[in-house]
């Protein structure tokens, strides 16, 4: 079955980066395009990136774009997410998405503090 795992997460400064990745097995991954959304305390999800199965396309929110950069390994299976120039606001729970039926994984928490 669909498997998503994702890690990286942690505290970081303002300013300061992190990468998350996320493990994907039972699927196709090559195929699949693949999301990263978040959720802070008390807010709805939020979709902040996108990428296509080869990964030549990305997409962004415009909350995240200049700061995070989506990409993925097809020969590991690993989705990743790169996050720069941090802010508080960035703090949420960060899961990665399946296009394929919508499932995603248990999430890793980014803390930013000011």
């Known amino acids: 079955q669909v498997q998503l795992v994702e890690s990286g997460g942690g505290l970081v400064q303002s300013g300061g980066s992190l990468r998350l990745s996320c493990a994907a097995s039972?699927?196709?991954?090559?195929?699949?395009?693949m999301s990263w959304v978040r959720q802070a305390p008390g807010k709805e999800l939020e979709w902040i990136s996108s990428?296509?199965?080869?990964?030549?396309?990305?997409y962004y929110a415009n909350s995240v774009k200049g700061r995070f950069t989506a990409s993925r390994d097809n020969n590991k299976n690993i989705l990743y997410l790169q996050m720069d120039r941090l802010k508080p606001e960035d703090t949420a729970t960060y899961y990665c998405?399946?296009?394929?039926?919508?499932?995603r994984g248990q999430g890793t928490q980014v803390t930013v503090s000011s």
């Open positions: 998405r399946s296009s394929r039926d919508g499932s």
């Open positions: 990428i296509n199965g080869d990964g030549s396309g990305a």
């Open positions: 039972g699927f196709t991954f090559s195929r699949t395009s």
